[in-house]
């Protein structure tokens, strides 16, 4: 099994940043792509970012060059920094685990408010 958690979401000026962080622990070894989605009121989880074990990346068009995907391997987390920040980001932002074998982990999401 996997566990993830995420932290870093918080309140933020339209215009502003925050960085994101997903720290992964349990059957590390088995995650093939780590990535961040979001859920805003009444709407469907999307898909914000990807990255896989070797480096790809894949965004959202509504995000693409705002925010980046990275990912530190030694301390088993990914991070999300969200640049130009804008009210239509709030959302609570989910990390997900996708494992070898198709089995997938979410966390518990972190909560990030755009204010205009």
């Known amino acids: 099994q996997v566990q993830v958690v995420e932290s870093g979401g918080g309140l933020v000026q339209a215009g502003g940043s925050l960085r994101l962080s997903c720290a992964a622990s349990?059957?590390?070894?088995?995650?093939?792509?780590m990535g961040w989605y979001r859920q805003a009121p009444g709407k469907q989880r999307e898909l914000v970012a990807a990255?896989?074990?070797?480096?790809?990346?894949n965004y959202a068009e509504s995000v693409k060059g705002r925010f980046t995907i990275s990912r530190d391997n030694a301390k088993n987390t990914v991070y999300l920094q969200m640049n130009s920040l804008q009210p239509e980001d709030t959302a609570v932002y989910y990390c997900?685990?996708?494992?070898?074998?198709?089995?997938?982990?979410w966390g518990k999401g972190t909560l990030v408010t755009v204010s205009s």
């Open positions: 990255i896989t074990t070797s480096g790809s990346t």
């Open positions: 349990g059957s590390i070894f088995s995650i093939t792509v």
């Open positions: 997900k685990a996708d494992t070898r074998g198709g089995i997938y982990y």
